[in-house]
């Protein structure tokens, strides 16, 4: 009873977004209300506990919105000047084919955006320029969420596979095989699913070549990095090595060199605002004096320990620290800075141009950060209470040796119910640590699914639906695009189940 219950608030967001179709911001206001009252009555999560969860919430909330009023601004000044639409009347001159733009944009081009991006900008990007390809809304959310998913744990600057490495203690060194083979292939089932939703198996069998070459090139490109120890570029590196193998590819259909087809060149100005972020990213990562510059102010606040009626504790801590100059959301509004004053001194605006987008940009983010905020502070809740402790272990303890089959599905859990695989590896890292050893485990395979797992639970976490929604005008409609991610969400981690579980026999 106690799990259920602890299962409660969760899948009463489940149920009114899905079935009764709730917009998000309703069912996560319901679903944190709900995680409330289950705390305080029946975790015994006291007034202490229940403050300092939401206060911790606030940094969090703070955090995601960052990138997401970023990602939301910089696709407004570029699709403002025009841009947008030359990437869209570019790409159908690469390829016409609708599977293969669904590819390039919806899978490689997303995957390049969550290694450069974080939390919902690959989708938010990309959704949009789906729908000027002439994809329904519908579609235009569902391909990219499944096809980045694979890119979340090395994407952000690698955040994931650090947070992943802190929480269990291991060295990055002995985690990164597992968790980019099996990342790659989660990544590449992404290209079939998308291929398939498309055009069925009449298109999988005709582009299965093309499919395998670009997520080869992709998850080898991501391996390769993060096994040098290049954590924070693998997800960006891969993407760009799929763009490069698809543009080669998409020039030479049926064997031929088309030379009338554009070069990776014509694509430059509509990726300018995009490319300007790739620069601004990598100057801030990797150019020391700039990293150091910035580093301050640092957003954040001491927690003490807090620990409900029933002994649940919460160590004392320090709650996520936002970098205000080298946030992620801060180097989107950098791009989105310099890329405006470059499109207004190019003559790319109309008059009035600065006031229509930030207008827009402020009525497209409201609503979805109503729901953002609903969402975290509800994961926070759950997870200061025990409740998500307790649905951890109680699926734990109920597989015993079929464990292998289940770690997927706990950090899927995870990033769920928080909206980030971040938080899952550290909520459920150590957890997974410890079963694996008592049960006599691969620690670092079993590691690496909760990572994977987790990488692909974050495609359906409400908060995340709730940006790709915002930017194609289906706000009031994620219950929908959640329904439809179910199956191939499901799809990817039954394969990754049933991967892991026998490789757990091999090792």
């Known amino acids: 009873m106690t799990w259920i219950l602890a299962f409660l608030p969760l899948f009463l967001i489940l149920l009114l977004m899905t079935v009764i179709h709730w917009s998000a911001a309703k069912a996560g206001t319901a679903g944190w209300l709900t995680a409330i009252l289950i705390g305080w009555f029946v975790f015994q999560a006291g007034p202490d506990v229940l403050l300092t969860a939401h206060l911790k919430a606030v940094f969090i909330i ?74 329904s809304r519908h579609q235009a959310v569902i391909i990219p969420s499944i096809g980045h998913g694979w890119a979340v744990t090395f994407g952000s600057l690698a955040l994931s596979f650090y947070a992943l490495t802190a929480a269990s203690g291991l ?82 259909v049926n064997g031929t060199n088309d030379s009338s087809r554009p070069s990776i060149k014509s694509f430059l100005p509509g990726l300018f605002s995009y490319m ?8 801030v990562q990797y150019w020391q004096p700039l990293k150091d510059l910035l580093s301050a102010p640092v957003l954040g606040a001491d927690f003490p320990l807090v620990e409900t009626g029933l002994g649940f504790i919460t160590p004392a801590g320090r709650s996520r620290e936002i970098p205000l100059l080298h946030h992620t959301g801060t180097l989107l509004m950098y791009a989105s800075l310099f890329s405006y004053f470059y499109f207004l001194r190019t003559g790319a ?33 759950m997870s200061h209470a025990g409740m998500v402790d307790t ?30 695989n971040t938080n899952s590896n550290v ?12 049960l006599g485990l691969n620690v670092a395979l079993i590691l690496a699914a909760q990572t994977a797992g987790g990488a692909i639970g974050s495609a359906i976490a409400p908060s995340k639906i709730i940006v790709g929604a915002s930017t194609t005008g289906m706000t009031g409609h994620e219950g ?28």
């Open 62 to 135: 703070i955090d995601v919105l960052l990138i997401v009023w970023g990602a939301y601004l910089l696709y407004r000044v570029t699709d403002e000047a025009g841009a947008i639409q030359s990437l869209v009347d570019t790409l159908p001159q690469l390829t016409t084919d609708r599977i293969r733009q669904a590819l390039l944009i919806g899978w490689v081009f997303a995957t390049f955006l969550q290694g450069v991006g974080g939390f919902g900008v690959p989708v938010a990007i990309t959704a949009p320029l789906l729908v000027r390809l002439g994809f």
């Open 349 to 381: 605006y109309r008059s009035g141009a600065g006031k229509r987008i930030l207008s827009s940009t402020l009525h497209g983010v409201a609503p979805s950060s109503l729901g953002i905020m609903a969402a975290v502070a509800m994961a926070v809740v």
């Open 427 to 438: 909520i459920f890292a150590s957890l997974q640590l410890q079963t694996a050893r008592l």
């Open 391 to 420: 649905l951890a272990k109680g699926i734990a303890s109920s597989t015993g040796m079929l464990f292998p089959a289940a770690s997927p599905w706990i950090g899927a859990l995870g990033a769920v119910i928080t909206g980030s």
């Open 171 to 252: 060295p990055g060194e002995m985690l990164t095989g597992s968790s980019t083979l099996l990342l790659g292939l989660v990544g590449m089932l992404a290209g079939f699913q998308i291929t398939h939703s498309i055009g069925g198996w009449q298109a999988v069998r005709r582009l299965a070549v093309e499919v395998f070459l670009i997520g080869i090139s992709m998850a080898g490109t991501q391996f390769v990095l993060a096994r040098l120890g290049l954590w924070s570029s693998a997800s960006f590196g891969g993407g760009l090595a799929g763009l490069f193998t698809a543009a080669l590819l998409y020039r030479r």
């Open 276 to 283: 300007v972020l790739i620069v601004i990213v990598a100057a």
């Open 480 to 507: 929908q695009v959640m329904k439809a991610l179910l199956k191939p969400i499901a799809l990817q981690l039954i394969v990754l189940s049933v991967v892991v579980w026998l490789l757990a026999l091999l090792l």
